[in-house]
């Protein structure tokens, strides 16, 4: 199975290659958002690794908690100490700051949002409360609030393998890092990739990974979009529902063709030539324009037949001996009923009721 790239940047894919033979390894998600959508660690704790996740966006940190219970998700800012600070919740998705600054200038374009006061941890503070050991890879994006994220952190104590940083202004190509680069390039990270929004720097301690650096997201990579497999996952669905709906129709075809043969043999049986004489009856009487005399005696003959043919099966010896003899009699009645006379007396009694 390919691996499956949720980043927008396909961040994920670098790190993977990086990192895939890491088991269990751990992340921190600076500014992490949605944790399906545009997600840089979704890729990762699918494969079993967990991490910690700083999401101030409280809808966001809601959806971290339901969608990522084996990670430590924090309803907080990181900064470079702890206190409170002002942020900017915007209506666009990933665009919300605390770079006042940059809220000025998204104001000034009409981009429409709230302000209200959230909660800040230095990323040292954090990774002692939660007893962090190892990070094999740190991700921010914080939308201009990066300096200050990375001034919280002690590099000295926690190293991760990775860090990634967004170096460029929202929704531009317009370059953001000079003013925070400084501070991993003397705490022994180098710089090893740029991919047109991030730029990504290695401990020197890892220097080994580099080589998976040097190339962007390719083929070799045996990679999908989240999207392209959704796509194609129901695209298959939807042929087993057309299968099944075809196998379904076929079942129909079958149970009818069975009906079918059902009704022809139900027509040739001896219970239908039984009654067919009966069903003639009931068609003459409603005609009323021809006699029945023939076909009354006819009928009585038959039943009476059939009845004894039951009786003989199922009386005692003692009785059967009288069933020739009554035979007899029936047929001597069934000869002198006058068909007409017989309809005519019903008729009578009918108005008489």
């Not at 100490?81 to 919300?96: L, V």
């Not at 075809?253 to 009906?259: F, I």
């Amino acid at each position: 199975m390919p691996f499956i790239s949720y980043a927008q940047n396909f961040e994920d894919v670098m790190l993977w290659r990086a990192l895939k033979n890491v088991t269990n390894g751990f992340y921190v998600d600076v500014g992490a958002n949605d944790p399906i959508v545009d997600s840089v660690t979704k890729a990762f704790y699918e494969a079993g690794w967990n991490g910690i996740n700083i999401e101030p966006i409280k809808r966001h940190w809601i959806n971290l908690c339901n969608d990522r219970p084996r990670d430590i998700n924090l309803a907080i800012a990181a900064g470079e100490k702890t206190g409170t600070a002002e942020i900017f919740d915007t209506e666009i998705r990933g665009w919300s700051t605390l770079d006042q600054g940059l809220r000025s200038e998204l104001s000034n374009n009409g981009i429409k949002g709230e302000t209200y006061k959230v909660e800040v941890r230095s990323l040292s503070d954090v990774f002692i409360e939660n007893k962090v050991e190892q990070i094999h890879f740190l991700k921010i994006d914080v939308e201009g609030f990066e300096k200050e994220v990375l001034e919280g952190s002690d590099f000295s104590s926690y190293r991760p393998w990775i860090v990634v940083a967004e170096a460029t202004e929202p929704n531009s190509q317009k370059l953001s890092y000079q003013n925070w680069e400084p501070i991993l390039l003397r705490s022994a990270y180098e710089y090893v990739y740029f991919d047109g929004i991030n730029r990504y720097y290695l401990a020197k301690e890892h220097n080994g990974l580099k080589e998976y650096f040097l190339y962007p997201p390719c083929v070799f990579d045996e990679f999908t979009t989240v999207s392209h497999f959704n796509a194609v996952l129901k695209a298959q669905q939807a042929e087993v529902k057309a299968q099944q709906a075809e196998a379904k129709a076929q079942q129909a075809e079958v149970k009818a063709q069975q009906a079918e043969v059902k009704a022809l043999t139900l027509l040739q049986s001896g219970s239908m030539r039984i009654t067919a004489p009966l069903r003639m009856l009931n068609i003459k009487l409603r005609n009323g324009k021809r006699k029945i005399k023939k076909f009354i005696k006819y009928y009585i003959i038959l039943v009476y037949n059939v009845m004894k043919y039951i009786l003989k099966a199922i009386l005692p010896k003692s009785v059967k001996k009288y069933l020739s003899k009554s035979q007899r009699s029936m047929i001597v009645i069934a000869k002198e009923i006058d068909a007409e006379k017989f309809m005519e007396n019903i008729r009578k009694k009918c108005k008489g009721s």
